[in-house]
């Protein structure tokens, strides 16, 4: 029998948002929540895929592990290029006229 028992303060509860459930008379504790994440589907063409997987198994990783990783590196680079800030930019600064216009 599972019975959710909540974050009382009786428990040894240590992050902020576990969950305890009291599974067979033990007190199970899951931090599995704690971090929000999002999940998305990637659709990558079948070699790119296999050459995915093969590095990940190599890394001892997940594959997304190496999509996280290599999301974060690609913002890590893009941020550094000033070209690329400039013509965010512009961007920017046109879609809120836009938007300024729309909304008279």
Not at 60 to 81: F, G
Request: proline fraction near 2%; glycine fraction near 2%; aromatic fraction near 4%.
């Amino acid at each position: 029998m599972v019975q959710d028992i909540g974050n009382s303060d009786g428990l040894p509860c240590w992050a902020k948002h576990c969950t305890s459930w009291k599974l067979r008379g033990r007190i199970v504790i899951s931090r599995y929540h704690t971090i929000m994440t999002k999940q998305t589907t990637v659709r990558l063409p079948d070699e790119l895929a296999e050459e995915a997987e093969a590095l990940a198994r190599v890394r001892e990783s997940s594959m997304n592990q190496l999509v996280v990783d290599s999301l974060r590196a690609e913002i890590q680079r893009v941020k550094a290029d000033e070209e690329f800030i400039a013509r965010a930019k512009r961007l920017l600064e046109r879609d809120k006229e836009l938007l300024e216009r729309l909304a008279r």
